[in-house]
């Protein structure tokens, strides 16, 4: 089994999706932008997780490799990879879908509640109603054509949603440990100017060890979500394994 990750930046890695992932066989491969643009064959995958960056979806002019990131991604998604994609890489899987991606109202960077929106569908992702999360985005989407609305907070409605089967869009980051706040708020640290949806460098450093936990508990169901309802789903070994300590 393997899971290939899209990483735009050094300081945003995939955090807790690590452990998990190394607790249940995957090999690991990635393509890094900073330092490669390489992409393997979907059909040679059988989880693509898109993370992060501090940079637009639609800044192609300047990226260029986005050009090719989001056909890639079309290209997965096509193929029935399972497909995760966190902050911007919501944002991606909504560009590459057709929806489009613009600034948001007000920018959300710290610990809040995201709220589920319930769906009655069997084959669809049900987040709780009210869960705190991790926030650092600036910018927002309109759902894809067909797609399914999963959650909102009290100042982006669009924060996560579901393509098919097997493909999860999410604006906050349940994969956050100590470890990676902290190297987010080195890197990004100029943007923490507090206002009422923007927390200092303080407030989101001293979170409760309990926020890491369900938020990081909430990210492996929505992982098991995704096995499960992928192509290869009969050769998961999810169930097994319990999630790993912080780190």
Known sequence: ??????QHVPFEGLGFIENWLGQVGYVFSFTRFFESEEFPEPDSIQL?????????????????????????????????VPTLGICMGAQLIASA?????????????????????PTALMTSFEFPKSTPVFHWHGETFDLPEGALHLAKSGVCQNQAFQVGDSVIGMQFHLEMTPRAVRALVEACGDELVPSQYVQSAAQLLAAPSKNYQVANELLVEVLKFLAKAGRNSSQSPWNAVSPAPLI
């Open 1 to 6: 089994m393997r899971a290939h990750t899209l």
């Open 48 to 80: 693509l997780i898109i993370l992060g960056g501090p940079m637009s979806v639609n800044d192609e002019r300047e990226y260029p490799w986005l050009v090719r990131e989001k056909a890639f991604i079309r290209k997965c998604i096509e193929a029935g």
């Open 97 to 117: 879908l057709g929806a489009k991606v613009y600034r948001s109202a007000v920018q959300e960077i710290g610990w809040f509640p995201v709220l589920g929106s």
